[in-house]
């Protein structure tokens, strides 16, 4: 068997050399630079691989349903749109003025990197880039010249990119102790107050010491005269 390849080797050699002119070394060095070649220009001029078929049972995107306006509410109200229920909208407010960032939910929603956000006011959070919890309202009393400028960036992106639909109801807090008086009550108290006669307390009139002293003197006047009187009876 070994002779035969042997014998083989050498047939094909010597057909090599008379064919070509060339060494079977320098035969085989062509033909790998050759097809290397090859690769390298079918390369260049080859069109893009056609792309994937799509699959046909992947289910298309729903249409988000057209933003409801809810005009005031308040923000226990506004809590129930942080994306918890996948059928409200979800909603988020800046600087009183609510939004609705239901296209942004990949960013908002459940699991977002911006969810402690939604169902908030979270402009205190916005203007100082925080995510701690006493930070979530809508309170900006304090905030620094760049701390505003920031949230202004904020409300300008979205007011151009999402739908307002409502405001945020103001609480007023009230003070403990101090009494509720309506102003009704108020003006009839004070219409009241002129009717009522000042209650006066008549005092003693004082008596001078010269009056006191003229008194004692009748009296002593008197005296001798009821002394006669007896002694003619």
Not at 28 to 52: D, K, Q, W
Not at 188 to 203: I, L, N, R, S, V
């Amino acid at each position: 068997m070994a002779a035969a390849v042997a014998e083989l080797w050498e047939t094909l050699k010597q057909a090599i050399v008379a064919y070509t002119g060339l060494s079977p070394a320098a035969f085989f060095t062509a033909v790998a630079a050759a097809a290397a070649l090859y690769h390298v220009v079918s390369g260049i001029f080859a069109g893009p691989p056609p792309p994937p078929p799509r699959p046909r049972d992947e289910p298309e995107a729903e249409p988000l349903p057209p933003p409801v306006q809810l005009g005031e509410v308040s923000e226990e109200e506004l809590r129930q749109y942080d994306g918890s229920d996948p059928k409200k909208p979800l909603l988020m407010a800046i600087k009183g003025q609510i939004y609705d960032v239901t296209q942004s939910r990949m960013f908002y929603g459940p699991g977002g990197p911006y969810a402690l956000f939604a169902g908030k006011d979270a402009s205190r959070a916005l203007a100082k880039m925080s995510f701690e919890p006493q930070d979530l309202t809508g309170d900006i009393s304090g905030l620094g010249p760049f701390e505003l400028d920031a949230l202004q960036d904020w409300e300008y992106k979205f007011m151009g990119k999402y739908v307002k639909v409502g405001t945020v109801k103001k609480t007023v807090p009230v003070e403990d102790g101090a009494p509720s008086t309506s102003p009704e009550t108020t003006e009839t108290a004070a219409a009241a107050e002129p009717e009522k006669a000042p209650a006066t307390e008549e005092k003693p009139r004082e008596v001078s010491s010269e009056e006191v002293k003229e008194k004692e003197d009748a009296v002593a006047a008197a005296a001798p005269d009821e002394g006669a009187k007896e002694s003619e009876s």
